[in-house]
């Protein structure tokens, strides 16, 4: 072997053990459990078991805004090359900012309006090198760091809405996300909990619907064509 190939073959095996150290640091093993999907939380309880929730309220029509304990976030499929099984990658934020409009006529209820921004160069998750990456790949958060829905279809809100009940409802509008808008339709659930509203919910569409690409480090580490956005945010009247 002559010199030249002998120092091309060390360059390429530095190379390769280098991308393979990249992807086992960048995923130890598959360690940790992916949080849960995001939902509605369980209504808070009393001293003697009955749910906290004011049964009689009536929704406030007007403006509600995101209010503290908003989570939104990402949930996309990675597979390190070698391991059999892949795990869920999630990311979240509570840097979410937005209004929900309500209008009232009669004894009916709609949503009217709804402006949601998500900072998304917040998204943290259990690994800090998958979210450094997110700012230069995929998302591309550095260059487009927020991710909207604006409300295109009015939403009439169900009879048990204003009873604290768990209603399903869907929000068509128009979805940005890495600086591309889409009409989405999103399946949603909701509850009025006392002065508060709950809505969670989720869509997944592949990575390619929005310009993206999935990440990958030297295919050490790759991401499933399919992502995932979640969901789940406390609603307060305004001025209430």
């Known amino acids: 072997m002559s010199k030249r190939t002998l120092i091309a073959a060390l360059v390429a095996g530095g190379l390769t053990l280098g991308a393979a150290g990249v992807g086992v640091a960048y995923f130890v093993v598959f360690a940790g459990t992916a949080p849960q999907r995001l939902a509605l939380s369980s209504p808070t309880a009393t001293a003697s078991g009955s749910p906290t929730a004011n049964a009689t309220a009536a ?13 939104a976030g990402y949930r996309v499929r990675e597979q390190l090359a070698s391991v059999s099984a ?17 209008g009232q006529s009669s004894t009916n209820y709609s ?15 259990d690994r800090s090198m998958r979210d450094n990456r997110l700012h230069q ?32 409802v869907s929000a068509t509008g128009q979805l940005t996300i890495h600086g591309v808008t889409k009409t989405v339709t999103i ?7 006392g002065s508060q509203i709950e809505i969670a919910g989720s869509i997944t569409f592949p990575f390619s619907e929005f310009g993206m690409t999935p990440p990958s480090i030297g295919g050490f580490v790759t991401v499933q064509d399919n992502a995932t956005m979640e969901f789940d945010l406390k609603l307060a009247q305004k001025g209430a």
Do not use: C, H
């Open 59 to 71: 929704i406030g029509a007007g403006t509600w805004i995101v209010a503290s304990g908003s989570v």
């Open 187 to 193: 399946p949603i659930q909701a509850r009025l909990s």
């Open 111 to 125: 949503v009217s309006a709804v402006s949601i921004t998500v900072n998304v160069k917040t998204l943290t998750s």
């Open 137 to 168: 790949m995929g998302l591309e958060s550095d260059r487009y760091p927020t991710a909207t829905f604006v409300l295109t279809t009015p939403i009439a809100l169900p009879a048990g809405a204003t009873s604290g009940e768990v209603v399903n």
């Open 86 to 102: 892949p795990s869920d990658a999630v990311g979240r934020t509570s840097s979410i900012t937005g209004t929900v409009t309500i």
